[in-house]
């Protein structure tokens, strides 16, 4: 990719941002009209929307599309863009279930979803426990609605093999990375390698490298630019979380 074009993705994220979140509204809008429709408490496809738009610079689905832009001379298609607008679902899981690990009040200045959930069904006696069970099951289904997005793309049979494994891949890096994170918690070491093996899978790779890798694969790419890009995205993926890491002892 020449250095114009780098410039010109560049120039056009805050489309693709707007994109993605317009294929993000129109997909959970429908899902919340079938679920009226179904009898099911609005409060669920309700409290995921929320969250969805209280924030989030849709990074992942960016770095997908620049992917896409790395080895497609054409803008990406609308299928492209719900693929990438599927990573942003899978990251909302990802944060719903990591509030929850944490225990955390907050999340992009707004409660987090289990004491929303908690404050929906304030007066019960069991309100806090009833928002951290209902949580899970909202992580749940942003994941299985991720997979829903990528599934009903409009992909070709062979970028939809391509996507699902890279996705695959990403997921499993995310889950090991998160149970790494998990275990090394509260146990101060000096160990700088396993550090750097917690930030590599848990953020390096799901955060950076894998979105440019579905871009790639979307776009037929082939394996020199995927190595190229990993050489970029693992240090840039490393240094993203290290400097979130320092940042949040700051605070």
Known sequence: MSTPAVAAAAAELPGTRREVDAVLARFVD???????????????????????????????????????????????????????????????????????????????????????????????????????????????????????????????????????????EMRTELMYGQYLDLCAAGQPCDDVDAALKTARYKTARYTIERPLHLGIALAGGNPPLRVALSAYALPLGEAFQLRDDLLGRIR
């Open 30 to 168: 429908s899902q919340a009209r079938k679920a009226s429709l179904q009898g099911f408490p609005p409060e669920v496809a309700q409290t995921l929307r929320c969250f969805l738009f209280s924030g989030g610079k849709r990074l992942r689905p960016a770095l997908c599309v620049i992917g896409w832009n790395a080895a497609a001379d054409e803008p990406p298609t609308g299928a492209v863009l719900q693929a990438a607008a599927s990573l942003e679902m899978f990251h909302a899981f990802a944060l719903i279930h990591d509030d929850v690990m944490d225990s955390s009040d907050t999340r992009r200045g707004h409660p987090t979803t289990h004491r929303s959930l908690a404050a929906h069904h304030a007066g019960r006696r069991d309100a806090e426990r009833l928002g951290t069970s209902a949580a899970i099951l909202l992580g749940d289904l942003a994941l299985a609605w991720s997979d829903e997005l990528l599934h009903t793309a409009g992909l070709t049979p062979g970028q939809l093999a391509e996507a699902v494994e890279v996705v695959g």
